[in-house]
């Protein structure tokens, strides 16, 4: 992405959140992002995933200029590529591990068996297929996070968004969450971005970019 701004309206006048980001993500790469609250990562990681855009700059994603795709086209491309993991889980209370898994194959209109079987393959990647018919309330704060990341495996993305996966952890699950998205990434060579302000987790990932601001100050490798 290039010089990538993003201006919230408020009241009569506005909050650039983003004021000119750039930076490049290439396919396969482990990347963190830094910065105090308020400095825009969520922003930043929205535009990336393609659930918000720019109001200006280029971004582009696999090659293909975002700012130009309709919004049917974009939650196509969510769909199909990218997974989405957040801080507070957001599993469905009502549903078990296995059918919260299971729920954006329903949007997509995959029979019930394969559903199964597919929602199956990725609590076993999670190690977490001994707790299908638990009830979110009925797993710990870091088998929530490991549900809601075979959630955000069952579409095969080759992309996935992390914002602050391990916030809402103690360190041992916050590490647990950490080993699966480093094998993710090293196995199956999914790319990972991922927002945090620890910075153990931050030196697990191979490069960091410091936001302050809405700009970029720095960036370690
Ligand atoms: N929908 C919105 N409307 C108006 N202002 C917003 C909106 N979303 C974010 N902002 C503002 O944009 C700035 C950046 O917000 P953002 O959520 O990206 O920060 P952050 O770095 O993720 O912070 P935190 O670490 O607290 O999650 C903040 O000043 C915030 O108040
Ligand atoms: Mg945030």
Do not use: W
């Not at 999670?126 to 309330?137: D, Q, T, W």
């Not at 030196?203 to 970029?216: A, C, N, P, S, W």
């Amino acid at each position: 992405m290039t010089d990538i701004t993003k201006a919230y309206p408020l009241g009569g006048s506005r909050v650039e959140a983003l004021k000119g980001v750039s930076l490049s993500v290439k396919e396969g790469e482990f990347v963190s992002i830094m910065g105090p609250s308020g400095s825009g990562k969520s922003t930043l990681l929205s535009i990336t995933g393609c659930l918000d855009v720019p109001t200006s700059g280029v971004y582009l994603l696999d090659g293909k200029n975002v700012s130009q795709l309709d919004d049917d086209e974009l939650s196509l491309l969510r769909n199909k590529r990218i997974g989405f993991i957040f801080q507070a889980f957001h599993l469905l209370p009502r549903f078990n591990a296995l059918e919260n898994v299971e729920l954006p194959l329903i949007y997509r209109g995959t029979p019930k068996d394969e559903r199964e079987k597919i929602a199956k393959t990725c609590l076993e990647q999670v190690g977490l297929i001994h707790r299908i018919g638990h009830a979110p309330s009925e797993l710990s704060g870091g088998e929530q996070q490991r549900v809601a990341i075979a959630r955000a495996l069952v579409n095969s993305p080759r992309l996935i968004l992390a914002d602050e996966p391990t916030g809402n952890l103690d360190s041992t699950s916050a590490e647990e969450v950490m080993d699966i998205l480093c094998r993710l990434n090293e196995e199956r060579k999914i790319t990972v971005v991922i927002i945090t302000h620890n910075r153990g987790v931050a030196e697990r990932t191979k490069r960091v970019y410091h936001l302050k601001d809405g700009q970029i100050v720095d960036e370690d490798k």
